[in-house]
């Protein structure tokens, strides 16, 4: 079988070294902040060597995650849930390359993205510069669109398909590079990974995935047909972030996604036939709605990586099905192979905890395994501490 190259976000910790069972995996609650927004990242922010959390407006520093205001975020979210905060997205990078990681906005309201430059030991507020116009912004996380191993890209969920990337400039003023993929009009949803097993990074939206040229930033991106996110399958619509995996281990990548405001987490079963692709869905779990937010992880430790997601909160003001049911985060411990299995564990039901726009996993306490990250309209953020080791 040809070893496939994966090309995660930034925040997906692949711990793969250490055979346990997945009935040791148990997660213990830190409620950071209480405040109503909905984008969460997770990085060095003040160079101290341990990984802290941006929600914006604040930054929380670790290891206590105390929180440290940085911007002003403009928008209102009220004690239910109702209204906006205008920040659907928190991707940090190195913009201007001086070594202090920046963080990537954008506004679904603002119709922008931005970048906030830190300003490293003067501390302060950070200062804001534009990236774009570009109407409305869904959200958004750092990749490997460049295929060098580094998710050190931005790919936002924009109506057309773009990425950025850091511009630094010795001697000048720094910027964000926007490179376009195609400028047709999608559902909103995206993602990144290799869909064709030619070790370049590939962009998918859930009307169509973009196979990467030789060279990403100027070469042509080849447009071919896909339908995620639909209530029939063959439909497209919004999706959460659309993951590239192997589930079935039958040495094609599938794709890993859901209908972001309704029931249902799926993964599409690649088939060829010769040169003809074609996607088979398959049902993961379909008993609570609005999974917006996506990760893949290896929580068990086990060499294969879950599904972690989140039931998002109050997404269209109490508009969309299921929308006062219980919140939740859960993981699926994927069993790989001709007949996969997914396993359901509960991170957290029904204490008030979902996951917004988009959610991380890292090791934010250093022992070797993948935490949670996530925030939303109830209020957050919080991390799940994996207590495995």
Same mark, same amino acid.
């Given at each position: 079988?040809k070893?496939? *190259? !994966? ?7 692949l ?9 040791e ?5 830190h409620? @950071?902040?209480?405040? *109503? ?7 060095d ?6 990984p ?21 975020? +403009?928008g209102?979210?009220?004690?239910? %849930?109702?209204?906006y ?13 001086? %070594?202090?990681?920046?963080?990537v906005?954008?506004?679904?309201f603002g &119709?922008k ?5 830190n ?10 510069a534009l990236?774009e116009?570009n109407?409305n912004?869904?959200? %958004?996380?750092?990749?490997d ?7 050190d890209?931005?790919?936002?969920a @924009?109506a057309?398909?773009?990425?950025? +990337?850091?511009n630094?400039? &010795?001697?000048?003023?720094?910027a964000?590079?926007? /490179? ?6 999608? #559902?909103w ?5 290799d869909?064709?097993?030619d070790?370049?990074?590939?962009v !998918? *939206? ?12 100027a070469g042509?991106? &080849?447009?071919h047909?896909?339908a995620?996110g ?6 497209a619509? /919004?999706?959460a ?8 281990r039958?040495?094609l990548?599938? !794709? ?5 405001? #309704?029931y249902g ?38 060499? #294969? ?7 998002r909160f109050m997404a269209?003001?109490?508009?969309d ?33 979902g ?5 991380v996993?890292?090791?934010?306490d ?6 949670? @990250?996530?925030?939303?309209k109830?209020?957050g953020?919080?991390?799940?501490e994996n207590?495995?080791?």
């Amino acid at each position: 079988m040809k070893l496939r *190259r !994966l090309f995660l976000p930034a925040a997906a910790v692949l711990l793969l070294a250490g055979a346990v069972s997945a009935g040791e995996v148990a997660f213990k609650t830190h409620r @950071v902040g209480t405040y *109503r927004g909905e984008a969460c990242g997770v990085a060095d922010f003040n160079n101290d060597g341990k990984p802290d959390i941006a929600a914006l407006p604040f930054i929380y520093l670790a290891p206590e995650f105390k929180p440290v205001e940085i911007c002003t975020i +403009e928008g209102e979210v009220d004690e239910e %849930g109702k209204g906006y905060r205008w920040d659907f997205m928190n991707a940090p990078l190195d913009v201007d390359g001086d %070594g202090w990681t920046d963080i990537v906005t954008a506004s679904w309201f603002g &119709k922008k993205a931005e970048w906030l430059r830190n300003p490293g030991p003067a501390g302060g507020r950070w200062p804001l510069a534009l990236v774009e116009e570009n109407g409305n912004f869904e959200c %958004g996380e750092p990749w490997d669109v460049d295929g060098d191993g580094k998710a050190d890209e931005v790919l936002p969920a @924009v109506a057309g398909t773009v990425w950025y +990337e850091a511009n630094p400039v &010795k001697g000048g003023e720094p910027a964000v590079l926007r /490179h376009v993929i195609s400028e047709k009009v999608m #559902d909103w949803g995206s993602g990144c990974g290799d869909v064709n097993g030619d070790g370049r990074p590939d962009v !998918l *939206r859930p009307n169509a995935w973009f196979e990467a040229p030789a060279d990403p930033r100027a070469g042509e991106w &080849k447009e071919h047909p896909l339908a995620l996110g639909g209530k029939e399958e063959g439909q497209a619509g /919004h999706t959460a972030q659309i993951l590239v995996y192997d589930v079935n281990r039958d040495g094609l990548p599938d !794709l890993i996604s859901s209908i972001a405001h #309704d029931y249902g987490i799926f993964w599409w079963e690649q088939r060829k036939d010769g040169d003809a692709v074609s996607w088979k869905r398959h049902l993961i779990d379909d008993t609570w709605s609005q999974a917006h937010s996506f990760m893949l992880a290896d929580l068990d430790l086990d060499g #294969d990586l879950d599904l972690v997601t989140g039931k998002r909160f109050m997404a269209h003001n109490g508009g969309d099905p299921g929308e006062f049911e219980p919140l939740g985060v859960y993981w699926y411990e994927l069993v790989p192979g001709p007949a996969p299995e997914w396993k359901k564990h509960i991170v957290s039901f029904n204490e008030g905890i979902g996951s917004g726009l988009n959610l991380v996993t890292a090791d934010l306490d250093g022992d070797g395994d993948s935490d949670i @990250v996530v925030t939303g309209k109830w209020g957050g953020p919080v991390w799940f501490e994996n207590t495995l080791k």
